[in-house]
């Protein structure tokens, strides 16, 4: 288990800097593009395409590292109230929905890849599949880290059973 825990972190390490590396490259093109638009009246074709990229890859990537750091929006206000035990199963209930959300994006991104891999992005000159490939990545870390929390749950002493 502890080394289902060390490849997590560092996949986490490595797509949470991707995603730094994809913001830093949307904020550059962004500006790029204003400025050869309003400065110098000359718009750049691709500069939106390459932008969108960019937003896809951003939150994918983030989404993913976000679930490895239990970053992700929880509304445990009804839960907090519950006893110990009913807090175990809604912990493991949130785990389990966020690995089957993410076996749907993983899914269906996959199907949306291969039926616009014969599709060009015009400005670009490359596939269109392209656009699914962050949902892809992000599905399958977001598997694998809602199941590394997961098994680190079932793995703890579980709760008492009384439901007080």
Known sequence: MSWLIRLDARLSRWVLHLACVCLAALGTIVIYGVVLRYAFNAAQPYVEQVALLMVISVAMF?????????????????AR????????VCSVLVHVLTMLF???LLWCSVQMGLSTYHDTIPTLGITEAFRYL?????????TLFSFEHLMVL??????ALSWN
């Open 62 to 78: 983030g989404a993913a590292a976000g679930v490895h750091g239990a970053g992700h929006i929880g509304l445990d206000s009804v």
């Open 81 to 88: 109230l519950l006893p110990q035990r009913g807090r175990f």
């Open 154 to 159: 079932l793995t703890q002493k579980p709760p």
């Open 134 to 142: 962050p949902p892809v990545v992000a599905g399958v870390l977001i």
């Open 102 to 104: 993410a076996v749907v």
